[in-house]
């Protein structure tokens, strides 16, 4: 019998991603309808199936959620291709974050997943993180993100502007 169990808890929630057309647009949304006004931008490369496309990425806090704002190019399938409305001021839930403290919960989280079925889609393992995204639409309705933070990455997060 396995160690992992599905009951088990798998990793800290921390975040909730979203996905927009209009970056500045779901920004200023988000500041009007939600009280989000400060954000840390990036921009560059993402890694996404195989290949790599431009992304725009906007970090904050709403009390203690961080929240993620990310444009995606339309011309080119990716992992957020299915959350793009057609609305460019809404932003639509992409994925649920959770953190994770260490390898050996990493992979019990990876394990657990081929368990239950739910496909990896996508992920990276970079400088100061590794995350991924698991196709966990078919029992919750959104992607689901694990995020195992290196030195480094919680001083980051920490650094984000915070909104009431």
Not at 53 to 68: N, R
Not at 72 to 91: C, F, K, Q
Request: glycine share 8%; charged share 20%.
């Amino acid at each position: 019998m396995s160690k992992v169990h599905a009951a088990r808890r798998l990793g800290s929630f921390f975040k909730l991603g979203y996905v927009c057309r209009d970056f500045e647009g779901a920004m200023k949304s988000f500041g009007e309808r939600r009280g989000v006004v400060e954000w840390a931008r990036m921009e560059g490369p993402m890694l996404n199936f195989g290949r790599t496309v431009p992304i725009q990425i906007a970090l904050a806090y709403s009390g203690p959620v961080q929240v993620e704002l990310i444009q995606a190019p339309e011309d080119v399938p990716t992992v957020y291709s299915h959350a793009i409305l057609a609305d460019p001021l809404s932003a639509r839930l992409h994925h649920i974050g959770y953190l994770v403290d260490d390898a050996d919960e990493w992979n019990v989280v990876h394990e657990q997943m081929k368990i239950d079925g739910i496909p990896l889609l996508a992920g990276a393992s970079l400088e100061m993180v590794q995350y991924c995204y698991f196709d966990s639409r078919a029992d919750t309705g959104h992607i689901s993100e694990y995020v195992w933070p290196r030195e480094g990455m919680l001083a980051f997060f920490d650094s984000l502007p915070r909104n009431p």
